[in-house]
């Protein structure tokens, strides 16, 4: 299985908006509502912020959001903070059976 | 309060097997909607998937792993455990167990992390 396509780092201003987008195909992403997002910190435990393409879990700030049209997934990161400044990590169910995870995007805040 | 613990050696040889275990406190590893899973990060690189557990009725494999990985689930113990035989200097990574929710929809997404472990590869 290929893994999914992430850009390699995103940047932004405090305040402003930016979207990080995950690519698959047609045996994962175009298929199946069954993406999540992860942020991980340095040296810290990954973290689920987003799943089911969507859905943000409880305590989750409503800044995250996320978004699916045909092969790509897409993270939006509003009213961008110094806090938001991590890897963050895509991941899809496949035709498969299995997980799929992209290469990761690092997001500075400039 | 929902906790998962990783535990193991720290230091496995070359050609050795991997032997981990997670102990989940909290929650009941068979209660019915809960998949159990490991991922692993080498140092200084990204996440990779490498096996999910249902009870002891479904297993699920990273290809690129699967003729050397074992998943299994010790339902007594309330623990699962994570197998990978011949391993490589490139098998060093952080490990992690996780749970697998279930919102009515998928199991496909890591809710609740342990804290990770280092393994390392090394004679």
């Known amino acids: 299985q290929s893994a999914l396509t992430q850009p390699a780092s995103v940047s932004g201003s405090p305040g402003q908006s930016i979207t990080i987008s995950c690519t698959g195909t047609s045996s994962d992403i175009g298929t199946y509502n069954y993406v999540s997002w992860y942020q991980q910190h340095p040296g810290k435990v990954p973290k689920l912020i987003i799943y089911d393409v969507t859905r943000r879990p409880s305590g989750v700030s409503d800044r995250f959001s996320g978004s699916r049209s045909d092969y790509t997934a897409s993270l939006t990161i509003s009213g961008l903070q110094a806090e938001d400044e991590a890897d963050y990590y895509c991941t899809s169910y496949t035709t498969s059976r299995t997980l799929v995870l992209g290469p990761g995007t690092k997001v500075t805040v400039l | 309060q929902l906790q998962l613990q990783e535990s193991g050696p720290g230091l496995v040889k070359p050609s050795e097997t991997l032997s981990l275990t997670c102990t989940v406190s909290g929650d009941s590893i068979n209660w019915g909607s809960h998949y159990w899973g490991w991922i692993r990060q080498p140092p200084g690189k990204?996440?990779?998937?490498?096996?999910?557990?249902?009870?002891?009725?479904?297993?699920y494999y990273n290809p690129s792993l699967k003729s050397r990985v074992t998943i299994s689930v010790d339902s007594p113990k309330n623990q699962f455990s994570l197998r990978l035989s011949s391993v490589t200097a490139a098998d060093t990574a952080v490990f992690y167990c996780?749970?697998?929710?279930?919102?009515?929809?998928?199991?496909?997404?890591?809710?609740?992390w342990g804290r990770g472990t280092l393994v390392t590869v090394s004679s």
């Open positions: 990204g996440l990779e998937w490498i096996a999910t557990v249902y009870q002891t009725e479904r297993t």
């Open positions: 996780a749970r697998q929710d279930y919102d009515g929809n998928s199991h496909w997404y890591f809710d609740v």
